[in-house]
């Protein structure tokens, strides 16, 4: 009997991964192509790996408006898929990818829900009238999709919350995983010492796109009330509006005129240059006011690195307070855009986090150690694989996921 054949779309596919979906799907298909004959579909440059064919954007839709092209690559993505057994989308990008793989060729749709468009409604200002085409190629692949893939039990929440038409049976929550033998701690410094970071210092670490959702404007502003020998490392590029980025650079200037070691790189770093960053830091901070799982803070603990995170979406389900690092609480607008309803109190309560952490270095040693087992012990990539076959077997089965 040949073997069921899985065709996974994505934007992203490495190298060109920016995002925790990509990383996702990277682990994804890895650790599936032991259970399953795997084919992917991604956005770009062409890939030199097997089994992967990636497509560029159609030259008759350049210059309209980027949902528009990313619909245009959908299209020849679906075509693409012919003779699959199973196709599986991940976040809107490729959704309308999978929705037009299951009508034309009469297979199996499954999602994966990294993101929903509902929550971003701070998207409109980056995509203009995109927004209402993302959103309605997110809104359809859900509500037809055969099985719905939540990477957080909060995810599920929101999934059912934004979109009610949906049967909650099919939506089953499969975390996001992390390979622990490759994010593991790094005690070299020679990444440091090219990047400027001080190892004799204090450091808090943020990894992450300068992004609405990610919140680095407010840590910028709690940065102000750390101790003046910590530095702080932003690994932070691809703003995702000139505002928000002229925003991030105001901000950062402002704490360079008052204190030292504020490092900012913009550029992407390897992973393996990320690693040792993480490995290095006296803590890590995930200021997010929406993060449906956050893998960020999962890469950090497997580095045994304490963490400092939102209490928001599926960060909770990752990072145990007071076990592998400390929540933020937080109260959010209730128009799905993360916003704090009081923000001068998320600033001042991420400070105060931050500075209980840094105050107590045996506390950070313990969560540190603690982090690192949490993330071998729960988050694993076999384990994953084999609950995303079962939903694939369950859908391809006909009975409902």
């Not at 709690?222 to 991030?248: K, N, S």
Request: aromatic content about 6%; glycine content about 8%.
């Amino acid at each position: 009997m040949a073997p069921l054949r899985v065709d996974l779309l994505t934007r992203e596919y490495p190298p060109e991964v920016y995002g925790g979906a990509g990383v996702h799907v990277e682990y994804l298909a890895r650790e599936l192509r032991r259970l399953a004959e795997v084919r992917v579909h991604c956005f770009g440059a062409p890939r030199d790996s097997p089994g992967v064919t990636a497509y560029p954007e159609p030259a008759g839709l350049a210059g309209a408006n980027a949902a528009l092209r990313v619909m245009g690559v959908d299209l020849e993505m679906a075509a693409g898929t012919a003779g699959t057994d199973v196709v599986h989308s991940h976040t809107w990008y490729a959704n309308l990818a999978g929705h037009t793989a299951k009508l034309l060729h009469g297979v199996p749709h499954v999602v994966s829900a990294h993101s929903l468009e509902p929550l971003r409604p701070w998207k409109a200002e980056q995509l203009g009238g995109g927004y209402a085409l993302s959103s309605w190629c997110e809104r359809t692949a859900f509500e037809a999709a055969d099985a719905i893939i939540a990477v957080s039990a909060g995810m599920r929440r929101d999934v059912l919350t934004a979109y009610p038409q949906v049967n909650p049976d099919r939506v089953r929550v499969v975390y996001n995983g992390i390979d622990t033998a490759q994010y593991a701690p790094d005690r070299g410094t020679d990444v440091l010492d090219r990047l400027g970071i001080d190892p004799a210092r204090p450091s808090v670490v943020y990894v992450g796109r300068i992004t609405r959702q990610k919140g680095l404007p407010y840590l910028l502003r709690a940065a102000r009330e750390l101790p003046a020998d910590t530095q702080l490392v932003l690994l932070a590029g691809a703003p995702d509006t000139p505002e928000i980025g002229a925003e991030v650079e105001e901000l950062a200037a402002e704490l360079r005129a008052t204190r030292s070691g504020v490092v900012w790189v913009a550029a992407m770093l390897p992973k393996h240059e990320v690693i040792q960053v993480l490995t290095h830091a006296t803590i890590f901070v995930c200021p997010s006011v929406y993060e449906p799982m956050g893998i960020v803070n999962l890469e950090a603990m497997a580095c045994e690195t304490a963490v400092v995170a939102t209490a928001t979406g599926g960060i909770p389900e990752v990072v145990a307070d007071g076990e592998t690092g400390l929540l933020v609480p937080i109260e959010q607008a209730g128009d799905g855009s993360g916003t704090p309803l009081d923000p001068e109190r998320f600033v001042a309560d991420l400070a105060a986090r931050m500075n209980e952490l840094l105050a107590d270095p045996a506390r950070i040693a313990a969560f540190g150690a603690a982090g690192r087992r949490r993330a071998v012990e729960h988050f694993s990539w076999s384990a994953i694989a084999d609950q995303t076959l079962a939903v694939y077997d369950s859908v391809k089965g006909g009975a409902p996921a």
